[in-house]
């Protein structure tokens, strides 16, 4: 999939998720491309899972098993791991920005409005173990121009719910 491609089936559902959640549109575009190399990993196509999330404890939705790569006890090992299936890209990207407002140590991101912002933000708060993660992100959003899809800092959605439960827009 171009990269074009695949921004044009991303960019709607990460447009409608920004409008009611906040997480910006070309961050979300950013990070999917980074993640699912642009829409072609096993896991994206086998799962509609953009961002490699695993299925833990806490989910109760359907999963797939796939091989992942694993460092235990300082060795790089290849397991078997669940992780979270969708049944749309639009139900990845929801699920995706409640991650980010269920998880408090975030709440700083939510206070920005642009995407190379909230890279730094969420890469801040720990979100990678790459030291080098918001830049990498932010190369995509400046390479793509991504903060076109970002909205204007009046249309963020309503306050953000760090108490532990699904805000009410999901």
Known sequence: MTPADFFARLAPAARDS??????PAGFVC???ALESAWGTS???VQANNL???KADSSWHGPVVDMLTHEYVHARNIEVMA???RFATW???V???AQFFHLNARYAPAFKVASSEAFARAIALAGYATDPAYADKLVSVIRAHALQQYDLPAVALAPPVNHGGTAPPWF
Not at 18 to 23: E, L
């Open 18 to 23: 920004a409008r009611r959640t906040g997480v």
């Open 30 to 32: 950013a990070q999917g």
């Open 42 to 44: 096993g896991l994206c």
């Open 51 to 53: 961002f490699g999330v």
């Open 82 to 84: 669940p992780w979270r």
């Open 90 to 92: 639009e139900d990845c």
């Open 94 to 96: 929801d699920d995706h």
